[in-house]
T-cell receptor, first 114, second 114 residues
Framework: DGGITQSPKYLFRKEGQNVTLSCEQNLNHDAMYWYRQDPGQGLRLIYYSQIVNDFQKGDIAEGYSVSREKKESFPLTVTSAQKNPTAFYLC?????????????FGPGTRLTVL | SQQGEEDPQALSIQEGENATMNCSYKTSINNLQWYRQNSGRGLVHLILIRSNEREKHSGRLRVTLDTSKKSSSLLITASRAADTASYFCATDAPPGSNDYKLSFGAGTTVTVRA
């Protein structure tokens, strides 16, 4: 099956801990994205990558870090510097970085800080 | 930055009725996309309309775009219980921009009553 997967589905973190969210795609897409969604709100872009070994900050990158060492993988680390990390995190990919392409979304990871 | 804003925030209709929601945006665009999100899941792409198009159909979906008013509408005809979801519009950056990001609105939550 082709698609985009995220793991884990639920993640609990103690304050002060870093956690890494996984995102993998087998669609052979060049571009990948991380979004944050808070209750009743739309998606806010954290980081995006248009090609392997390159990524750019989105609108709310502070307290987050990413890497893009492989085309299929775009992990997101939520660091202790992120003051309010409890949210629903969505990963997406598209054929390339052009906005004429649809984005394919993973099922999401719900992160809760205890 | 979030450019698209959906209206209304929430909509409740009877099965078989039509549902209409609107999206307004601030700056000119190349494309506008509509996505659906079932509760707790990732987003699914519905339709993309280009700035030089005025109307587009896909099954029971009809999307219009009025660039002079900077607005778009999504019509779902003959609604079904399975249409219960949140619907988001996503706009891209103005033509000529090097910005390849999409901006999502806060969404319209549609509930279809049996």
């Amino acid at each position: 099956d082709g698609g985009i997967t995220q793991s884990p589905k639920y993640l609990f973190r103690k304050e002060g801990q870093n956690v890494t969210l996984s995102c993998e795609q087998n669609l052979n897409h060049d571009a990948m994205y991380w979004y944050r969604q808070d209750p009743g709100q739309g998606l806010r872009l954290i980081y995006y990558s248009q090609i392997v070994n390159d990524f750019q900050k989105g609108d709310i990158a502070e307290g987050y870090s990413v890497s893009r060492e492989k085309k299929e993988s775009f992990p997101l680390t939520v660091t202790s510097a992120q003051k309010n990390p409890t949210a629903f995190y969505l990963c997406a990919s598209s054929l390339d970085g052009g906005t004429h392409n649809e984005q394919f979304f993973g099922p999401g990871t719900r992160l809760t800080v205890l | 930055s979030q450019q698209g804003e959906e209206d209304p925030q929430a909509l409740s209709i009877q099965e078989g009725e039509n549902a209409t929601m609107n999206c307004s945006y601030k700056t000119s665009i190349n494309n506008l996309q509509w996505y659906r999100q079932n509760s707790g899941r990732g987003l699914v792409h519905l339709i993309l309309i280009r700035s030089n198009e005025r109307e587009k159909h896909s099954g029971r979906l009809r999307v219009t775009l009025d660039t002079s008013k900077k607005s778009s509408s999504l019509l779902i005809t003959a609604s079904r219980a399975a249409d219960t979801a949140s619907y988001f519009c996503a706009t891209d950056a103005p033509p000529g921009s090097n910005d390849y990001k999409l901006s999502f609105g806060a969404g319209t939550t549609v509930t279809v009553r049996a």
